[in-house]
């Protein structure tokens, strides 16, 4: 059995840790390098965290720093309300002996693409802005990468607005230029994510199973926890990020439509994608139906197969 190899573009984040450890425990997956971007916290907290992610699961993996901010508009800011100042909700600021590889991120992603042609799929689960930073440096990394499924957008709902998701509102211009290249584009969008959901005795099972990984996880989601209640009014979260890796690993668990699509850049409904009829773009793969229950437990099976 050859692991698929995935390049994780992230900016953690409760919900980008539980994407990086099941991509790190899945024995179908290769966790060949992340890259950090601007998002969820500042860009050099995401850097941090990824390294601190990587030595947690003990796990060698290449981190590339990325963009501190959006391609065009002005930065919408961090997500400290939900996920905390440091990015892992009341944790303090945590250290890594790790550091980051020389080249930028955009630099390593095309790197990577043109070194394993055909092997590797990108999963970016922050904005898209390294990703149509790539697009610029090296316009055929779209005939050499695998594919590119993105934790991102949705047809039916926003999050950040009622039109918006948060991924997409916090770079729509770059989100654009990924919607439009011509390659082979999976949206996991929150028409799927808001399906699938776990609560705190789900992460309670994980810190039982998996002390260090699942403990981690179950401590930086406790403000995550307090977030949905106060917002959703349901004390269990929406499982955005791990739930793109899973597009990865277990595609038959989804129901896919084919539009093609851009991103609205101005005004009040930006960062929403939508169905366009703007002619010679390839359709993207929009996931639509889940089976959230399946995803669920395959997400905490599989932490609790760590350590
Ligand atoms: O809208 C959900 C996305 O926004 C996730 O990637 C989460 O980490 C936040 O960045
Ligand atoms: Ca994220």
Known sequence: MTAQKIIIDTDPGIDDAMAIFYACLHPRIELVGMTSV?????????????LVLAELADQEIPVA?????????????????????????????????????????????????????????????????NIA???????????????????????????????????????PHAADQVFAADWDLVMVGL???????????????TTKAAPVLGGFLAEATEFYLDFYEGHYGKPECHMHDPTAVIAITDPQL????????????????????????KSGRRP??????VDGAAVKELFLSTIESGF
């Open 65 to 129: 720093k990325g963009a501190q901010k959006p391609l065009i508009q002005k930065p919408n800011g961090v997500s400290a309300h939900v996920h905390g100042a440091e990015g892992f909700g009341r944790m303090p600021a945590c250290t890594s002996k790790g550091q980051v590889v020389a080249d930028s991120a955009a630099a390593f992603i095309c790197r990577m693409i043109h070194e394993n042609p055909g092997e590797i799929i990108l999963c970016p689960i922050g904005p898209l802005t």
């Open 191 to 205: 028409d799927v994510t808001h399906q699938v959901a776990c609560d705190r005795a789900d992460f309670a099972r």
């Open 284 to 289: 993207v793969q929009v996931c639509m139906g």
């Open 254 to 277: 989804f129901s896919i439509e084919n539009h093609p699509l851009e991103v609205i850049v101005e005004g009040e409904r930006a960062g929403q994608t939508t169905l366009t009829a």
């Open 133 to 171: 930073l790539a697009l610029q440096l090296d316009p055929s990394i779209v005939t050499k990468v695998k594919s590119v499924v993105i934790m991102g957008g949705g047809i039916k709902r926003g999050n950040v607005t009622d039109f918006a998701e948060a991924n997409i509102w916090n770079d």
């Open 38 to 50: 601007f998002g969820n916290v500042t860009l050099e907290i995401a850097t941090r965290n990824a």
